[in-house]
């Protein structure tokens, strides 16, 4: 335990950014009556990886995840269906259909989940005078997220089949050779530091290197399918209100057991993924800063008592969970691996103290209400490219602020 754990440079890496320029063309648009336009400028600023085509109509189909959504359109309506799941003859039907429809009371609000025959859509219609950018791109959203995160889940639990299954990227023989070893390196890793935190009576910091393991899972190899959602499922676990012991005891039993996972389900859950729509929230500096604030605190208060481990591992937990919950700036994204690549397998003095300087580099950023860096630097002691800070701070801030200012 006298090293810090080990960094993976991600195999199945997520990188979507929307083109936040696009949002005002189409909120200028909308505001001018001129809604089909504005429908097309939301799908560029949504800015998935295929093109979206500037016709008289739309006729669109595209993969997000593991499921097709198609996108019709024109100057009198729009559509949005996404062909989910069918019926066999040796599907769990009733208890299935119970499922769907308690998800179109809940996590779909717009659209809805309908039985054709033995195939099931979602689906969502309205005619194009009703449209409006926000409840379009979060009728998108709900629709590509329970549709992406419920398929495989039905596939599994109640034997139905995918109606139209992308044609997925799967990892090369290497990339799976590599991510099966590195999910067990991972793992046998967080239960050794977390044992030995737990024995020494560091409770809650062993519930952060729990933490740490299911957020290098999903950093390092962002599984899809059935595994990616049993880690999200045993990571929101962690967050129960029960005695820190049990926690502890009942994750650590959850991690061994996924130490046997079925070897098909998980290979086929490493796949290169795309995605209509951004899976995360953006957050820029102010957010970000919030973020780490406890990170920051409880950073220094350890370097200063030399609790060393206990302090990077804290620091640890918080950086990989930004990075897991939300599109970060560029600036960020580039500069925390490489303090991670910096800090793997180091003392864990040095650890702590190179992550400390690299959050307090964050918080000592300052903006104008124009996005203008007027303290500290977006450098962060990296190489990187002057105008990605002025692109992801600046301008966001300027345009928002002048938003609310018309």
């Known amino acids: 335990m006298e090293i810090s754990i080990k960094y993976y440079d991600p195999i199945n890496r997520y990188s979507r950014r929307v083109n936040l320029n696009e949002w005002f063309v189409c909120y200028d648009l909308y505001k001018k009556g001129d809604y ?8 560029k600023y949504i800015n998935p990886p295929y093109e979206i085509p500037d016709t008289s109509e739309l006729n669109l189909k595209y993969p997000h995840g593991s499921v097709y959504v198609q996108i019709q359109a024109n100057h009198d309506f ?46 969502y219609e309205d005619k194009m005078s009703n449209f409006d950018p926000y409840k379009v791109y979060d009728l998108l959203n709900e629709i590509c997220l329970e549709a992406d995160n419920t398929d495989d889940y039905y596939v599994d639990r109640f034997k139905l089949e995918y109606l139209d299954y ?39 910091t062993a519930c952060d290197m729990l933490a740490i393991c299911y957020l290098k899972l999903r950093y390092v190899l962002f ?78 208060d350890a370097i200063y008592n030399k609790n060393y481990m206990i302090g990077a591992l804290g620091m ?31 003392d864990w003095k040095y650890t702590a103290e190179q992550l400390f300087q690299l959050i307090s580099k964050i918080m000592e950023i300052k903006l104008d209400e124009h996005g203008q860096v007027i303290a500290g630097s977006m450098d962060l002691g990296e190489e990187i490219v002057k105008e990605k800070s002025q692109t992801s701070s600046q301008n966001i801030f300027a345009k928002i602020t002048n938003l609310f200012k018309k």
């Open 36 to 43: 089909y336009s504005s429908f097309i400028h939301l799908l």
């Open 78 to 123: 729009y559509r949005i269906d996404v062909p989910f799941l069918k019926f066999t003859p040796q599907s769990i039907r009733i208890p299935a259909m119970r499922q769907m429809i308690e998800a179109n009371f809940s996590s779909l609000i717009l659209g809805q989940i309908e039985l054709k025959e033995n195939e099931v859509w979602i689906h």
């Open 166 to 204: 992308p044609n997925v990227q799967k990892f090369t023989s290497s990339e799976m050779s590599n991510a099966k070893q590195i999910f067990k390196e991972i793992i046998e890793e967080g239960l050794l530091y977390a044992q030995y935190l737990e024995e020494n009576r560091f409770y809650y």
């Open 223 to 300: 599984p899809q399918g059935i595994l990616g959602r049993d880690l999200n499922f045993d990571f929101l676990k962690m967050y129960e209100n029960v005695p820190i012991n049990i926690l502890i005891s009942e994750t650590k039993a959850r991690l061994t057991k996924l130490l046997s996972y079925d070897e098909k389900k998980m290979e086929e859950s490493f796949f290169h993924p795309n995605f209509l729509m951004t899976i995360k929230s953006r957050a820029e500096v102010p957010r970000v800063q919030e973020f780490l604030v406890n990170a920051y605190n409880n950073g220094r």
């Open 316 to 346: 640890y937990y918080h950086l990989y969970n930004l990075m897991d919950s939300y599109t970060i700036p560029i600036e960020f994204t580039n500069a925390i691996p490489k303090v991670f690549q910096r800090c793997s397998e180091k």
